[in-house]
């Protein structure tokens, strides 16, 4: 049996928000069965191959977002920011934005395309350029300080998943002060697991989540060994093996059996699944929305 839990304990003197978001992910669960480590291997082992049809279908199609997902009266509830990663606007975010508006979340629900371009080209980019980073998180405050100018009281939150985790962080240490989002959720974080996590933490009033496995070693383990991670480090990255210091607000949950019936497997490409999203992220988000 392989002792595996939801991310670490509980953080004392946590605010009565960031206990009510973090709770889910912080209980701990029975160890579960060695087994389990083969169905991470073999989601590892596939992933390459569903990128590389999710890539091909990209090309050929891009679903269009919703059109109530972004409206004027989810925008006085709240505003939540979708983030992808490096491959661009894809079926991932799609996914991420569907299981969010199925979970019943009734605020705005947002891609921020930070990683649009020419295909395949952009996805260089968007891995390695240090300018591209810091001006596509400095939009990123930008578009959330206009929200928040015209919502003052309205929450917002923001979810990225692999390649835009490292732009949700630059953003979010890059909020002036005394200005904070809610919640930030990191979907396997293609950042090196001894990035200070500290400052983008301070920035979410009710707490800072992680969500990693063992099972990504394709994208986060090989390929950000090769490629180099987000904050341009060559070495396996936090979603991979998981983050060498947390602080106080932030959570680290670590991939567990029992999000295998909500899609979730364990390996890069199934981090956003809708399910997941849907049954496990968006209610730790939509319970902070007014029912109006």
Request: charged fraction near 20%; hydrophobic fraction near 40%; charge should be positive.
């Amino acid at each position: 049996m392989c002792e595996q839990r939801f991310g670490v304990e509980k953080q004392r003197d946590q605010s009565p928000g960031q206990a009510r978001l973090t709770g889910a992910f912080l209980l701990k669960t029975r160890p579960y069965s060695r087994y389990f480590s083969v169905l991470l291997i073999l989601g590892g082992i596939l992933d390459p191959l569903y990128g590389l049809v999710i890539k091909i279908v990209d090309l050929v199609w891009r679903p269009r977002l919703p059109r109530l997902s972004d409206t004027a009266r989810r925008r006085q509830r709240g505003l939540t920011l979708i983030l992808g990663g490096i491959e661009g606007p894809s079926l991932y975010n799609y996914q991420i934005v569907c299981g969010l508006l199925r979970s019943g979340y009734r605020g705005s629900v947002v891609r921020f395309d930070w990683n649009d371009g020419v295909p395949f080209w952009r996805s260089l980019v968007n891995l390695m350029s240090g300018k591209h980073h810091k001006h596509q998180a400095l939009l990123v405050v930008d578009y959330i300080l206009r929200y928040k100018h015209e919502h003052p009281d309205a929450p917002v939150c923001l979810i990225a998943q692999s390649g835009g985790c490292w732009i949700t962080v630059r953003a979010l240490e890059a909020l002036p002060p005394k200005t904070n989002v809610e919640t930030a959720v990191l979907l396997a974080p293609a950042i090196s697991p001894a990035y200070d996590i500290k400052g983008a933490t301070a920035k979410c009033a009710s707490g800072l989540i992680s969500v990693g496995s063992a099972g990504d070693f394709f994208f986060l383990g090989l390929g950000t060994l090769l490629l180099g991670t987000s904050d341009r480090h060559f070495t396996p990255s936090a979603g991979f093996v998981g983050w060498h210091y947390v602080t106080e607000g932030f959570v680290e949950a670590r991939w567990h059996p029992r999000w295998i019936k909500h899609g979730y497997v364990g390996n890069h490409t199934s981090s956003s699944a809708i399910g997941f999203i849907a049954s496990v992220i968006g209610p730790r988000l939509a319970a902070r929305f007014p029912q109006s």
